[in-house]
């Protein structure tokens, strides 16, 4: 509750927010409705908060949406969407997208990019070499046979 108050009295602290996301991204169910309202919190203040985007993102349900504090409502591909116009090399939210497209789908990102889930997938390892789940997501999108070149 004191590092809320602590953001709410100093909307452009990062020290509040670095330390309190840090210390909700446990993983205990328990907290997922505190890690939510907090990410909402975050972007009251600052809407390009590009954790807030990509966590929020990860807790929302592919056929879902979740209602930003200031009346926006979006979906899981919205939030990673907006987490990529924040900072182009966000690799959670290449990779969260990436999951949420079908096989014959692509997005377009802010930048005029069009890309389906593989380049998403390869977007994500670009971004983030050490993602093992872009990994998995990269190996089930690839169908038998075929290959992909990452860059180093």
């Known amino acids: 509750e004191l590092l809320f108050e602590a953001l709410r009295r100093d909307h452009a602290a990062k020290e509040p927010t670095n330390l309190l996301a840090s210390m909700l991204v446990t993983g205990d169910r328990p907290v997922e409705a505190l890690m939510k309202q907090f990410y909402l919190e975050a972007l009251r203040y600052d809407r390009d908060c590009i954790l807030s985007y990509a966590m929020l993102a990860t807790q929302t349900p592919e056929a879902k949406t979740t209602k930003l504090l200031d009346g926006r409502v979006m979906s899981k ?35 005029g990019r069009v890309l389906n889930q593989r380049q998403l997938s390869v977007e994500a390892l670009r971004c983030e070499p050490d993602r093992a789940v872009a990994y998995y997501n990269l190996s089930a999108q690839l169908p038998r046979g075929e290959t992909v070149t990452l860059s180093d």
């Open 77 to 111: 591909r919205q939030l990673c969407l907006e987490a990529l116009r924040c900072d182009r090399d966000c690799g959670s939210a290449y990779c969260s997208l990436s999951v949420s497209l079908t096989d014959s789908e692509t997005v377009t990102l802010s930048d």
